[in-house]
């Protein structure tokens, strides 16, 4: 039976929908790295990322190689760097908004004015 798209697409999400596979997938937008210098920037325990790893390999989102001892991984492709970059626009954009709105509501607030007489703080 095929899954439908919409549910694919809930499941590709949820798989995306963990910090430290984020800041991985953020880090290796700009070429690979190697596995060494993951652990470094984001300074989690070596089991941890390698769960991590482990899921975004198995998902087809990074591949891994080795150059001696040394494991590398890079991208599987640039569409996920463009998600990432899309997510970034729309974050900004909501942010930005959220800011507008707040700023109104703080213009429209009136000036704070001491308490009726008889109440507390």
Same mark, same amino acid.
């Given at each position: 039976?095929?899954?439908?798209?919409?549910?694919?697409?809930?499941?590709?999400? !949820?798989? /995306?929908?963990?910090?430290?596979? @984020?800041r991985?997938?953020? $880090?290796? *937008?700009?070429?690979? +790295?190697?596995? !060494?210098? /993951?652990?470094?920037?984001?300074? @989690?325990?070596?089991?941890? $990322?390698? *769960?991590?790893?482990? +899921?975004?390999? !198995?998902?087809?989102?990074?591949?891994?190689t080795?150059?001696?001892?040394?494991?590398?991984?890079?991208?599987?492709?640039?569409?996920?760097?463009?998600?990432?970059?899309?997510?970034?626009?729309?974050?900004?954009?909501?942010?930005?908004?959220?800011?507008?709105?707040?700023?109104?509501?703080?213009?429209?607030?009136?000036?704070?004015?001491?308490?009726?007489?008889?109440?507390?703080?």
């Amino acid at each position: 039976m095929q899954v439908p798209l919409y549910q694919a697409k809930a499941e590709f999400f !949820r798989m /995306l929908g963990h910090p430290v596979r @984020i800041r991985v997938l953020e $880090l290796l *937008q700009h070429g690979p +790295v190697a596995v !060494r210098d /993951l652990l470094t920037d984001i300074e @989690i325990e070596p089991s941890s $990322l390698s *769960q991590q790893l482990g +899921v975004l390999r !198995r998902a087809g989102i990074i591949v891994s190689t080795r150059q001696g001892s040394t494991v590398i991984y890079a991208l599987a492709g640039g569409d996920i760097a463009d998600l990432l970059k899309a997510a970034r626009r729309i974050l900004t954009e909501l942010l930005a908004g959220q800011y507008a709105i707040l700023t109104e509501v703080d213009e429209t607030e009136p000036s704070s004015s001491p308490l009726p007489a008889g109440r507390k703080t």
